[in-house]
């Protein structure tokens, strides 16, 4: 839903607002994770922030209606799996937002309100810059640093004390002596531009990852496992506030952060103390005037009552303190010239337009490159093909406007159409991949009746963009299962030029030497960038009985043993758009042989009515018969799945229903840990035998079958008086003990 299609909230029914509500909590959750956990943002701050905002607004008006997973009061993300859990003594809150001038005047008339018995009251608040990064608390106990956790999601971090060890300005041991027994200095880790950039160039020359922006990589480079890595990056902290503290460290915040600077942290220069809203907005115009000559990423000024105990008596609301609001920036912007347009081809086959651009510094960061999405947002037009950018299409020479949205993606956010060169053409987006030369098509969704907004190759087979996640999916654990051959090696064994079709994989026995040499590599420059991320020479290199790869024949002999696999598997292994797992095995029933299924693929993809061809199927729509009809009518599929062919026999589909079988017909549902099949495996018996599988489980379920740490399907189950039974109940009900 746009901005120009949302509803007014006075307007929204119950149920509309029931919906609403569901959806916001489902994006803002998303949204969370992807800032907070993955250090990767989807959105924009401003985007994220209106999803808040709409939010808060229907819950108002529709109080019986708030959600027990609202966002409203949650701060971040669930801490991540790999690290040890800390318990914040004193929870990590977010801030409530300014935008504007007048935010700022309501913030401080709200708080003379509420202390509004003292008329007389003079109250002080602090201006400081809000640092871009990532949070984070450390304990002291007895002066030294003892542990050093993130936000997580405000009660829940992860303990990464050991990369917090390796920053020099967070000191090991507090200076001074008149520090509390106890504290938990609060600040924020962040990467100056100048360390950003080195990190790039290093980067770029060793042929590595390319880095997005300083705050994710600040983020990222505090989650490493080895400290070491973490070390190398350089990274910076500023002291702002604290959590649990046995005595208060001074009577107003700015006196507070004043003694961390004595006790031996970096604190913001940019720290102010003033009495008046017109000061504090001249300090926010102060800030942003130096933002760009800082050399580090601000998002904005935070604004803190200074006296303690009036925080104390003003507390908090919606997990927000009342005494504190953070005035936010507007995105940075700078105008540059479109001076191409070149197409990328994502590993699903999706075609990225991206416009090169002469270089221009937003922010603090060069930017060369945008993205365009897709071939609507060229034209002006969003999903839902409304007008974006007042309806101004994007050309080759045009004069653009670009910002670094929530100052992490660049973005056009305008087209300056009087400086359009004369003869510049509308963009044509192509209609061939322009890796492989297949057709790229956009697919109709049938149940909108609308083209999908995203342009794809069809030679899923077949074009070495998708390749590497192609073979990926092939040897998944849902598709043909091939132990040893995770998403890792399928990367080495690219790379190396040993794979790129399906069909190399059941050839790579062939090829030993090949591929133990490209394990030993891989071995070694790994052993390499240890000791070379500890500062260290290398002092030895692998003997030859390490350059050996004990696993190389029980790789070999996974490959082989997949060389006949079931049908089913065979066609979800084959990466067709929109046929999952699911489908797969409906078409594996329906056709039986793999030769009758590529034999009505390729009928179907000839024929100007598929629809006369393909039999009609319960659960096959239109849209899976158009994918069918895409990858069977492209000859580069034909190709490579001819040399797969030669390499794996698929065994036909026999469905075993048998007079008396107590399943055939039957609705059963899998939960729980099964210890002598997969989830997968445990499905496709159940198909052969003529029961349907669902996911989950409902009145129409007829049986459950249950393994340990079965958990609320089970309960439900127990609910609707449905029979259950384990695992081994199940091989006894099928003949099979």
């Known amino acids: 839903m746009t901005s120009r299609t949302k509803k ?24 969370d994770i992807a800032y907070h956990r993955n250090d990767a943002p989807e959105i924009t701050d401003a985007d994220y922030d209106a999803l808040r905002v709409r939010n808060a607004e229907i819950e108002a008006r529709f109080p019986e209606l708030i959600r027990k997973d609202s966002p409203t009061g949650a701060v971040g993300a669930p801490p991540a799996e ?5 318990r914040h003594a004193v929870p990590m809150l977010s801030l409530a937002k300014a935008y504007t001038d007048q935010d700022v005047v309501d913030f401080i008339e709200r708080t003379r309100r509420f202390l509004g018995r003292d008329t007389e009251l003079e109250i002080a608040f602090t201006a400081e810059p809000k640092i871009d990064g990532l949070s984070a608390s450390l304990r002291y106990e007895k002066g030294a640093f003892v542990q050093g956790a993130t936000r997580g999601d405000g009660t829940v971090g992860e303990d990464i ?61 505090l989650r490493q496992k080895d400290p070491s890595v973490t070390a190398s990056r350089n990274l910076k902290f500023f002291a ?103 197409i990328q081809v994502g590993r699903t086959g999706t075609l990225a337009p991206v416009a090169r651009l002469d270089p221009v510094s937003v922010g603090g960061v060069t930017v060369v490159n945008v993205t365009l999405h897709n071939e609507d947002y060229i034209a002006g037009k969003d999903s839902n093909g409304l007008p974006i950018r007042d309806g101004k299409d994007i050309r080759i020479g045009d004069t653009v406007t670009i910002q670094r949205a929530g100052d992490v993606i660049p973005q056009i956010v305008d087209v300056v159409i009087d400086k359009r060169p004369s003869g510049a053409e509308p963009y044509a987006m192509p209609h061939s ?105 290398r002092k030895k290199v692998l003997s030859a009985e390490e350059r050996t790869y004990e696993g190389l024949d029980k790789l070999f002999a996974a490959i082989d043993a997949r060389r006949e696999p079931e049908l089913d598997r065979f066609i979800f292994a084959l990466g067709i758009r929109h046929v999952g797992d699911t489908t797969a095995a409906v078409l ?22 598929p629809h006369a061809v393909f039999p009609s199927i ?46 055939a017909g039957k609705t059963v549902v899998f939960t729980g840990s099964l210890e002598k099949m997969s989830r997968s495996e445990a499905k496709a018996m159940a198909e052969r035998l003529g029961a349907k599988v669902a996911g989950s489980v409902s009145a129409r379920t007829d049986l459950v079958v249950a393994g340990p740490g079965a958990g609320s399907k089970l309960k439900l189950a127990a609910e609707l008086g449905i029979e259950v039974i384990d695992e081994a109940g199940w091989f006894e009900r099928i003949g099979r003990s």
């Open 8 to 31: 007014p909230v006075d307007l929204l029914t119950p149920d509309e607002a029931a919906a609403e509500l569901e959806r916001l909590a489902g994006e803002i959750a998303a949204a």
């Open 82 to 86: 790999g690290f040890a859990k800390v």
């Open 161 to 221: 004390t050991a990369n917090l060890r390796t920053i020099a300005d967070i000191p090991h041991k507090l200076a001074g002596s008149d520090w509390p027994d106890v504290i938990e200095i609060r600040g924020e880790v962040y990467m100056t531009y100048a360390e950003f950039q080195a990190l790039k160039e290093r980067s770029a020359a060793t042929g590595g990852q390319d880095y997005v922006n300083p705050r994710n990589t600040a983020a990222g480079s």
């Open 240 to 342: 702002y506030a604290w959590g649990f503290s046995s005595e208060e460290p001074a009577p107003t915040q700015y006196e507070a952060v004043r003694k961390f600077a004595d006790w031996g942290f970096r604190i913001t220069p940019l720290m102010v103390r003033a009495n008046t809203v017109e000061d504090l907005v001249a300090h926010y115009r102060t800030i942003e005037a130096q933002r760009s000559s800082l050399g580090y990423d601000i998002d904005g000024v935070v604004y803190k009552v200074d006296r303690l105990d009036l925080q104390q008596r003003l507390g908090f609301v919606s997990g927000e303190p009342r005494w504190a609001v953070a005035h936010k920036f507007p995105a940075e912007q700078a105008t540059t010239v479109v001076r191409g347009i070149d």
């Open 433 to 537: 991949c322009p890796v492989c030369g297949s057709p790229a098509t956009r697919e109709m969704n049938e149940k909108t009746g609308k083209e999908d907004s995203r342009r794809r190759c069809t030679g899923e087979l077949s074009c070495p963009a998708q390749a590497v996640e192609a073979l990926r999916h092939f040897v998944s654990r849902g598709a043909m299962d091939i132990e040893g051959l995770g998403a890792e090696n399928i990367d080495l064994f690219f790379n190396a030029g040993l794979l790129r079709t399906a069909a190399d994989i059941f050839t790579l026995k062939d090829r030993r030497a090949e591929v133990r040499q490209a394990l030993y590599e891989r071995r070694e420059a790994q052993a390499q960038a240890r000791e070379a991320a500890r500062g260290a020479a």
């Open 588 to 609: 594996a029933r329906t056709f039986s042989t793999v030769e009758d299924f590529i034999r009505v693929g390729k009928e179907t993809a000839a024929a100007e009515d």
């Open 618 to 663: 319960n659960g096959i729509g239109d849209t899976v018969i158009c994918a069918l009809r895409d990858f069977f009518g492209n000859e580069r599929n034909d190709a490579v799945l001819d040399a797969l062919l030669a390499q794996v026999r698929p065994k036909p589909y026999v469905v075993e229903i048998s007079d008396g079988n107590p399943v």
